[in-house]
């Protein structure tokens, strides 16, 4: 049967405007080298100068690199401040505790003085958490470039995209799906929790009235999941306020006594059910994960490194902009040409 001209004509443009996008569309090792040549070194350098003294660093861009990927992909929306019409993602509640956004404006503004208008947020982003992470002697992961930046961020997707310090194991995997991400990547990158601190208000509830606990134990309301005597003393020092209450702001190491080593130390305290979000004891609830956290936790650093790095690089790919999508923010915080 023949085809109608009009039809033809209409899928080849379809065809080449398809390669078009495709042609540019690619995330590639060094999409700079001839743009911006010395990019990456110029991040790396500041990134490690900086994290050298203030290590806490490592984990702030850690989770502010997942925390942007997981809503639009890795396009630096979450950097983006709020505006007159829309509330942004950095100001939805499980975004309120991101730390990093002034290094990231610092590393931008030393990037556009080299080569203005040229490299995105959104890769600036990935490739200071990486810096960052291997500048506490964490592993290292390749990451392609050529990301673009996203112009919109709304506090409404964050909430609904972020993953919840209360998820089950079901509920973690269903959304890290939505990412193209796989239950082995939820196990491995939960192992981020290596470093950086909590918040006393992110695990409150499995320590006062965790609902379903204290059944015939007395006073005894936390969460059966947590190590009892671990509990205790969260409740009783970590996060106890001057006045005897609680105090939501005091902040704990997820990781106690190596919170700013990238180490096994994670899965060794979530064996020992002293972890302090739900979301990681939800791990231990699934056979294949709890098998894989064994698999690692009397092994070398180095096993874990592979394998959260090999997750990092799928994660730092998620939903990406490139081509001719979104635009190369001049300033993190605002799309071009805004007036603020
Ligand atoms: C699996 C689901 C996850 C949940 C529910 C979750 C939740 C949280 C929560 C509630 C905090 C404490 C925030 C605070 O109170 O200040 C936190 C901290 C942190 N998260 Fe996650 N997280 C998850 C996965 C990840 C992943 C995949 C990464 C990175 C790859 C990551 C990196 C971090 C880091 C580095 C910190 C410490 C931040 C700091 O020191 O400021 N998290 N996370």
Redesign the pocket.
Same mark, same amino acid.
């Given at each position: 049967m023949a085809v109608p001209a009009p039809v033809v004509l209409g899928l080849a443009m379809v065809v080449l405007a398809s390669c078009a996008t495709g042609a540019h569309g690619q995330l590639r090792m060094g999409f700079y080298d001839q743009s911006c040549p010395g990019v990456e070194r110029m991040v790396g350098d500041f990134v490690r100068q900086h994290v050298g003294r203030v290590p806490?660093v &490592?984990?702030?861009l850690?989770?502010l /690199?997942?925390h942007d990927c997981f809503v639009r992909g890795c396009d630096a929306s979450v950097l983006l401040n709020s505006t007159a019409g829309s509330v942004a993602e950095k100001d939805a509640p499980?975004n309120l505790?991101?730390?990093g956004f002034d290094f990231v404006d610092r590393v931008k503004t030393l990037v556009e003085e080299a080569c203005p208008g040229v490299v995105s947020c959104a890769d600036v982003l990935a490739l200071a958490a990486r810096d960052a992470v291997a500048a506490i002697g964490g592993p290292s992961w390749r990451v392609p470039t050529g990301r673009r930046d996203g112009t919109v961020s709304s506090m409404q997707e964050a909430l609904d995209e972020i993953?919840?310090?209360t998820?089950s194991f079901k509920q973690?995997t269903d959304l890290?799906a939505t990412k193209g991400l796989g239950v082995r990547d939820?196990v491995w990158?939960?192992g &981020?929790?290596t470093?950086?601190?909590? /918040?006393c208000?992110?695990?409150a509830d499995r320590l006062y009235g965790f609902p379903g606990a204290g059944a015939g134990a007395g006073n005894d309301t936390t969460d059966p999941s947590l190590d009892a005597a671990y509990a205790v003393n969260l409740r009783r020092r970590k996060c106890r306020a001057p006045n005897g209450g609680y105090a939501e702001d005091a902040?704990v190491e997820?990781d106690p006594g190596s919170h700013l080593t990238f180490d096994l130390g994670y899965y060794r305290a979530l064996r020992k059910h002293r972890c302090?979000?739900q979301?990681d004891a939800a791990l231990l609830t699934d056979p294949a994960a709890r098998a894989d956290v064994e698999s690692v936790v009397g092994g070398p650093d180095e096993v874990f490194f592979q394998l959260f790095a090999r997750s990092?690089a799928t994660?730092a790919t998620v939903q990406v902009k490139t081509g001719a999508e979104g635009e190369i923010r001049r300033k993190c915080a605002v799309v071009n040409g805004a007036s603020n």
């Amino acid at each position: 049967m023949a085809v109608p001209a009009p039809v033809v004509l209409g899928l080849a443009m379809v065809v080449l405007a398809s390669c078009a996008t495709g042609a540019h569309g690619q995330l590639r090792m060094g999409f700079y080298d001839q743009s911006c040549p010395g990019v990456e070194r110029m991040v790396g350098d500041f990134v490690r100068q900086h994290v050298g003294r203030v290590p806490t660093v &490592a984990a702030a861009l850690l989770r502010l /690199h997942f925390h942007d990927c997981f809503v639009r992909g890795c396009d630096a929306s979450v950097l983006l401040n709020s505006t007159a019409g829309s509330v942004a993602e950095k100001d939805a509640p499980p975004n309120l505790t991101l730390r990093g956004f002034d290094f990231v404006d610092r590393v931008k503004t030393l990037v556009e003085e080299a080569c203005p208008g040229v490299v995105s947020c959104a890769d600036v982003l990935a490739l200071a958490a990486r810096d960052a992470v291997a500048a506490i002697g964490g592993p290292s992961w390749r990451v392609p470039t050529g990301r673009r930046d996203g112009t919109v961020s709304s506090m409404q997707e964050a909430l609904d995209e972020i993953p919840k310090p209360t998820m089950s194991f079901k509920q973690l995997t269903d959304l890290f799906a939505t990412k193209g991400l796989g239950v082995r990547d939820l196990v491995w990158l939960s192992g &981020a929790h290596t470093i950086g601190i909590a /918040h006393c208000s992110s695990f409150a509830d499995r320590l006062y009235g965790f609902p379903g606990a204290g059944a015939g134990a007395g006073n005894d309301t936390t969460d059966p999941s947590l190590d009892a005597a671990y509990a205790v003393n969260l409740r009783r020092r970590k996060c106890r306020a001057p006045n005897g209450g609680y105090a939501e702001d005091a902040v704990v190491e997820m990781d106690p006594g190596s919170h700013l080593t990238f180490d096994l130390g994670y899965y060794r305290a979530l064996r020992k059910h002293r972890c302090l979000l739900q979301s990681d004891a939800a791990l231990l609830t699934d056979p294949a994960a709890r098998a894989d956290v064994e698999s690692v936790v009397g092994g070398p650093d180095e096993v874990f490194f592979q394998l959260f790095a090999r997750s990092m690089a799928t994660l730092a790919t998620v939903q990406v902009k490139t081509g001719a999508e979104g635009e190369i923010r001049r300033k993190c915080a605002v799309v071009n040409g805004a007036s603020n």
